[in-house]
C-alpha cells in the first residue's frame, strides 16, 4: 500500500537555525498537510497545500514556516530562525481531495537545542 | 471554533475483550466528518474509521464500531475481540465538510493498552 513518507526521521538543530523537514506524499494525491505534536500535547494543524498554494494555515504558522513543493513529488516544510518551541514531531499528511482520509507519514522529531 | 476533548488519557483491556474510547466535540456545523485514528508505537498514524454526520448509520469496520450521537456530540469507537495489535495511542478528530483547507482538529487522545 503506499505511504507517506517522511525524512530524516529525527533533526536535532540549534536554536537560531534554520531546518527543512522532507516530505514523500503518496503519488496522486493532491492535498497536503502538515501538523505537529509537542510532547504531551495534542496533534495540531499548521498548513494545508494544494494547487501550489496554502489552503489554510493554522495561528500558528506565522513567517517563520514556509512550505513548498519544489518538484513533483516532495513537500517541504521550512523553519527559519528556530526556537527551543519548535521542538515537536512534525506530521505530514496527504489525500486525494479534500474530503477524503489523510494519510500520515512517520514524522520527523524535530529536537531544538 | 470547533473542539474535540478525549477525557480519558489512558485505558486498558483485555485481550479478547470490549473496550469503548469516549471522544464529545463542539461545533455549529451541520455537516461534518469525524474520524478516529490509530498511532501504535511505531508513530504513523492510521485512520481506523470514518463517519459522516449526514448518515445516520454507525459505521462499522470489522472489529471497530462507533457510536455517532449528532445530538449529543458524541463519537465513541468501540473495539471488540481486543488484539494486543490494538496498543496504541487513539486520535478522534473532526472535519467540517466546508473547510476549504481539510483541517484536522484532534482530541488530547486516549492510550489504550491490551494486556494478554
Known amino acids: 500500500e503506499p505511504e507517506v513518507t517522511q525524512t530524516p526521521s529525527h533533526q536535532v538543530t540549534q536554536m537560531g537555525q534554520e531546518v527543512i523537514l522532507r516530505c514523500v506524499p503518496i503519488s496522486n494525491h493532491l492535498y497536503f498537510y502538515w501538523y505537529r505534536q509537542i510532547l504531551g500535547q495534542k496533534v495540531e494543524f499548521l498548513v494545508s497545500?494544494?494547487?501550489?498554494?496554502?489552503?489554510?494555515k493554522s495561528e500558528i504558522f506565522d513567517d517563520q514556516f514556509s512550505v513548498e513543493r519544489p518538484d513533483g513529488s516532495n513537500f517541504t516544510l521550512k523553519i527559519r530562525s528556530t526556537k527551543l518551541e519548535d521542538s515537536a514531531m512534525y506530521f505530514c499528511?496527504?489525500?486525494?481531495?479534500?474530503?477524503?482520509?489523510?494519510?500520515f507519514g512517520d514524522g520527523t522529531r524535530l529536537s531544538i537545542l | 471554533a470547533q473542539t474535540v476533548t478525549q477525557s480519558q488519557p489512558e485505558m486498558s483491556v483485555q485481550e479478547a475483550e470490549t473496550v469503548t474510547l469516549s471522544c464529545t466535540y463542539d461545533t455549529s456545523e451541520n455537516n461534518y466528518y469525524l474520524f478516529w485514528y490509530k498511532q501504535p508505537p511505531s508513530r504513523q498514524m492510521i485512520l481506523v474509521i470514518r463517519q459522516e454526520a449526514y448518515k445516520q448509520q454507525n459505521a462499522t469496520e470489522n472489529r471497530f464500531s462507533v457510536n455517532f450521537q449528532k445530538a449529543a456530540k458524541s463519537f465513541s469507537l468501540k473495539i471488540s475481540d481486543s488484539q494486543l495489535g490494538d496498543t496504541a495511542m487513539y486520535f478522534c478528530?473532526?472535519?467540517?465538510?466546508?473547510?476549504?483547507?481539510?483541517?484536522?482538529?484532534f482530541g488530547q487522545g486516549t492510550e489504550l493498552s491490551v494486556k494478554p
Open positions: 497545500f494544494y494547487n501550489n498554494e496554502i489552503s489554510e
Open positions: 499528511a496527504s489525500s486525494e481531495n479534500r474530503n477524503q482520509p489523510q494519510h
Open positions: 478528530a473532526f472535519m467540517t465538510l466546508y473547510n476549504q483547507g481539510g483541517k484536522l482538529i
